[in-house]
């Protein structure tokens, strides 16, 4: 299976540090990158903290359940609390996030499976988790956005907060971008808008420091534009795009026409999906800035 060139994010609850450290060097190897906590408490405040940042999480079989235990106070029964915490936060943050039990003890693979709804693998089987983390994150629909438009989601996925996130997956998922029906039109122009609006708010704090003077938040994607092109900052192309984006959707995608002739003039998905498409370069252009 073709894997994406963007390596993921896995968080491993593990309370040995060498076989954190070896797990995490062989996870790296396959473009896996690993961050270590070693008890429940953390794990969670890990997740709450970076809600999108992690692709997976492995659970020990026994580990400490808080920070500073002692050794040997380790206890498979940690696993249910942590589990259970885990599927809450799932919810709550509508986020796709499998997780595993990695387990040195076949004894407790044995019990564990009949008790867990999850995979349970045994320590010295490091090849098979791994691809089994990655052939769960290639199911999910950020992998299949990834690999369909690497420009746009690997800049996305990093900077891109939950909302505007969700309006870019929006707005790609299932070829939705290309969609022909008036509604469909709507809601992509007024998506396209959002995500240029937020991209540009990117470039604005990280590249320009906040120095363009904005009169007003619905005015700010084409001040900030103009002082790039002003200052011979924007390549044309670039440029050209964010403009009609703005133009565009400030015509047609902030409301719904209800009149033949309105519907008839509306911008075609042909034009739209062009559009959309044109977003590769932006995207291309903003990431060398953020």
């Not at 995490?24 to 970076?50: C, H, P």
């Not at 696993?79 to 915490?85: H, S």
């Not at 690497?150 to 309006?167: K, M, T």
């Not at 103009?226 to 011979?232: I, T």
Request: glycine fraction near 6%.
């Amino acid at each position: 299976m073709i894997r994406p060139d963007k390596p993921i994010n896995v968080l491993l609850y593990e309370d040995k540090p060498d076989y954190a450290g070896s797990f995490k060097t062989s996870a790296q190897k396959q473009r896996i990158i690993v961050k270590i906590v070693d008890n429940g408490d953390e794990l969670l405040e890990v997740l709450r903290d970076t809600p999108r940042k992690y692709q997976f999480v492995v659970l020990d079989a026994r580990a400490f359940m808080h920070e500073g235990q002692q050794s040997g106070t380790e206890d498979e029964m940690n696993l249910l609390p942590i589990i259970r915490d885990l599927d809450k936060f799932k919810q709550e943050q509508q986020v796709t996030l499998p997780y595993c039990i990695n387990t040195g003890f076949a004894d407790l693979k044995l019990r564990l499976a009949n008790k867990v709804n999850c995979p349970v693998f045994e320590k010295g089987n490091e090849d098979k988790l791994i691809q089994h983390i990655w052939d769960e994150y290639m199911k999910t629909d950020d992998a299949k956005l990834l690999m369909s438009h690497p420009e746009i989601f690997g800049l996305a996925i990093d900077h891109f907060d939950a909302a505007s996130y969700a309006v870019l997956s929006g707005l790609f998922q299932n070829g939705q971008h290309l969609a022909s029906g008036i509604a469909e039109r709507v809601n992509n122009l007024s998506s396209l808008r959002r995500t240029v609006e937020h991209l540009m708010d990117l470039v604005h704090g990280n590249y320009l420091g906040n120095a363009v003077s904005i009169s007003s938040a619905g005015n700010r994607l084409g001040e900030i534009t103009r002082f790039l092109n002003d200052k011979n900052d924007i390549p044309v192309h670039i440029f050209s795009t964010i403009t009609s984006i703005r133009k565009i959707a400030g015509n047609y995608g902030s409301h719904t026409p209800n009149k033949q002739k309105e519907i008839d003039a509306y911008p075609s998905g042909e034009l739209i999906g062009g559009l959309a498409t044109s977003l590769k370069d932006v995207f291309i252009w903003a990431k060398k800035l953020i």
